[in-house]
């Protein structure tokens, strides 16, 4: 859950982590992850919701809801090099 904890993980032969919720309530530092560790290693992946306003995202093994729709998730990683993105529709 911290850029150390990427590191050992890809230390270990991990060929890629996942970044759950840390991609919705950090994405500042999942961005930072992406530019140091690179786009092959990090997968940002969103457990998402149906509602009336598009698809929300749930967070902390869908226990809360993030009130962020996808879309706005995503555009939160703006312009760093996500390459692998995991929808799951946990509904």
Request: overall charge negative; hydrophobic content about 50%.
């Amino acid at each position: 859950r911290s850029a150390d904890d990427v590191a050992a993980l890809l230390d270990l032969g991990v060929a890629r982590v996942v970044a759950g919720s840390a991609a919705v309530k950090r994405p500042g530092e999942v961005s930072d992850w992406l530019d140091r560790f690179g786009e092959e290693r990090i997968c940002a992946a969103f457990d998402v919701r149906p509602s009336a306003h598009g698809f929300m995202v749930a967070v902390e093994g869908w226990t809360e809801t993030s009130g962020v729709a996808l879309e706005d998730a995503i555009a939160r990683l703006a312009g760093a090099p996500l390459l692998h993105a995991l929808v799951t529709d946990v509904s």
